[in-house]
Structure formats: C-alpha cells, structure tokens
C-alpha cells in the first residue's frame, strides 16, 4: 500500500463502512451499487482513497456476486468470523468460508461484540489469528468507554486492549493489520471526538506498534477513526497525520452520504 501519502507516510486511505445489522441481501446489493455508480459518476480514484462495507454475513455472497459480475473496485469484508476453522460451532463463521466468498477483510473486537458478547481480548487475538490464517485482514476496533475517558485513563485502557489482542502474534503474521480506534461514547451518539483526540490515540496506537513490531510495521500500519463520521466532519479528522481514515456505521448506509465521505477524503490526499 505506497500509493498516495496521508501526511509524511505512504499509507492509503481507508473508509470502511460497517452496516452492523442493518440492510437485507437485497437491500445490500441495492447500496452497494448506488455506490459504485455515485463514486464512478464523481471520478473517484479508489488508489487514492480505498472503500471498503463491512455487511451482514447473509448479504457477503450477493455482494461478491455483484462486486465480481460488475468488476467493481468496492472491497468488502464481514462484520466479524470465529477463532475456529470448522465444527461444532453453532451459528458462527469461519474465516475460510469468509476468504471463499471474496472477502479481503474483516472487524475484529468492535465495541459492539466486546460489550453486547463480552469477547475477551484473547479471543480477539484468536480471531486475528484465523483472520490471518485465512488470507483475511483483520481491522482490529479498540477504544474506550466513557469511564475511562472521564478519569483520564483512555490511552493506558486502549493501548491495553491492543496489547492484549496482538499478544504473541509476530509483525510477520500481522501484514496489512487495520487498526480501527472507535471510543464507545462516540459510536452512534452524535458526539465526535476531536480531531486532537482522535490523534492523541491514533499516536499512541502507533508508538505502541513501533515498540511491538518496530517502525516500518508502525509506519505502514493504517489506523482509523470512528464514531458518528459524518461527511461534515470527516475533513478536519483526516486532517491528522496519524489518522488514515475512518470507519463509519449509521452514514455508511446512506450512499451518496458514504460516497461523499469517500469523496472528501480523495480530495484531501490530492490537495496535501
Ligand atoms: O461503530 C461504528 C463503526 O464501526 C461507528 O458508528 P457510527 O458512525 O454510527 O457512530
């Protein structure tokens, strides 16, 4: 990934839309291409701002059907996958049957599954693993809660969070690793961090990696913003150097509001 710079390094930007669980097979067919033809209507240069959705899983083989038949240059991936390859796993996915379906990502430890199905960080280490071992990049989520924000404690909560749901993977495992910081109290509330909190992470997120995995794995590892990313916000955030893009949930299934995100984005990379 060397093509256009965010700021002093070569790193591509990223906007990522997660639908959660939200848009039927047809529904995500229908978004997916009102924004395949929105981007290409504006010219967009997915070399310069690649777009990735994340959509339900019953949506990925509609979606591939689609991004395949039409050639398109939209990438996706699935919302999260199990640490185990096959068997008695009830009602999970396995990171193969996400890599035969065309997937070139996939979410690992969003709030949403930290919280509501309570993944430790070690089964997050486990599922970066399976991700890894399936050909999947994994786009580790971190982030804090309110708590911790208010007591000041967000950067030691987060960075022990990404500590714990690397531990024992090594820099040659982790080729392409996404790291999404999405603070809980931002997701979904309206309230953005700002600009200077999501650097002061996204810093972090990336001193800590140098010191993991050394600098060129920090240098080229891309870290994402999310949380109520709007495209009347998203300038100021890309703005940061340390941020490479965002990953977006409600305006993610609003095609023209995504493409404009997207949009945004490609033009900030142009101009910088
Ligand atoms: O959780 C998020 C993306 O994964 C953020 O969601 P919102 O953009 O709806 O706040």
């Not at 600098?215 to 999310?226: H, N, P, Q, S, V």
């Not at 998203?234 to 995504?258: H, K, R, T």
Request: net charge negative; hydrophobic share 40%; aromatic share 6%.
């Amino acid at each position: 990934m060397t093509t256009q710079t965010n700021g002093v390094f070569d790193r591509t930007p990223l906007i990522a839309g997660n639908w959660k669980m939200n848009m039927d097979h047809s529904q995500g067919i229908a978004l997916v291409q009102k924004l395949a033809w929105t981007l290409k209507d504006a010219k967009h240069d997915y070399s310069r701002a690649e777009v990735v959705v994340f959509p339900p899983f019953t949506d990925l083989r509609s979606v591939q059907s689609l991004v395949e038949g039409d050639g398109l240059q939209i990438k996706y991936g699935a919302q999260d996958l199990s640490d185990q390859d096959k068997g008695a796993y009830t009602g999970d996915v396995s990171g193969e049957f996400l890599a035969k379906l065309g997937c070139s990502y996939v979410l690992v430890g969003h709030s949403e599954r930290r919280l509501i199905h309570h993944e430790s960080d070690e089964l997050c280490r486990d599922k970066v693993r399976a991700a890894v071992r399936h050909g999947l990049i994994p786009m580790l989520c971190v982030g804090e809660g309110l708590e911790e924000r208010q007591a000041g404690n967000h950067v030691q909560y987060t960075l022990e969070q990404l500590r714990g749901s690397l531990a024992d993977l090594g820099a040659g495992e982790l080729e392409g690793l996404v790291v999404a910081y999405e603070p809980v109290w931002a997701i979904g509330t309206g309230e953005v961090a700002g600009p200077e909190d999501a650097q002061e992470m996204a810093a972090a997120i990336r001193a800590e990696l140098e010191k993991l995995y050394g600098a060129d794995f920090a240098r080229a590892t891309r870290i994402l913003y999310g949380g109520s990313v709007k495209s009347s916000n998203v300038a100021s955030i890309m703005a940061e150097p340390d941020v490479d893009g965002a990953l977006v949930g409600g305006a993610s299934l609003d095609a023209e509001e995504f493409a404009k995100i997207a949009r945004f984005v490609q033009h900030l990379v142009t101009d910088k």
